[in-house]
């Protein structure tokens, strides 16, 4: 049984924003680091953002300054802001519990169904 509801995502223009979000039960939170992967058709799947338990944050490379990652009070939902999108950002999007994220993110131990965000030009 998947942990995590993801919801958000959809199709907007080039430039616009979304959001999507991942709920899950306040164990995945402290224990993990949730972050959300994507991966594209015929790409390798790529970080994109995450929170660690203690609040620690790592992006990828190619949304930092347009996505943002926060978390819920409760620690039971987190969401990510994608601000800024580009076509390149079409992708399956993956809510996931990282063992770390600190430098980079280490091994992936739940994923999520995931979630589809298409951008158009």
């Known amino acids: 049984q998947v942990p995590f509801l993801e919801s958000g995502g959809g199709s907007v223009q080039s430039g616009g924003s979304l959001w999507l979000s991942c709920s899950a039960s306040?164990?995945?939170?402290?224990?993990?680091?949730i972050t959300w992967f994507r991966q594209a058709p015929g790409m390798e799947r790529e970080g994109v953002a995450g929170?660690?338990?203690?609040?620690?944050?790592l992006y990828g490379d190619s949304v930092k300054g347009r996505f943002t990652i926060s978390r819920d009070i409760e620690k039971t939902k987190m969401y990510l802001q994608m601000d800024s999108l580009k076509p390149e950002d079409t992708a399956m999007y993956f809510c996931?519990?990282?063992?770390?994220?600190?430098?980079?993110?280490?091994?992936?131990?739940?994923w999520g169904q995931g979630i589809q965000v298409t951008v158009t030009s």
């Open positions: 306040r164990y995945w939170f402290n224990t993990y680091c």
């Open positions: 996931a519990a990282a063992a770390y994220c600190g430098q980079s993110w280490g091994e992936v131990k739940y």
């Open positions: 929170m660690g338990y203690d609040g620690s944050i």
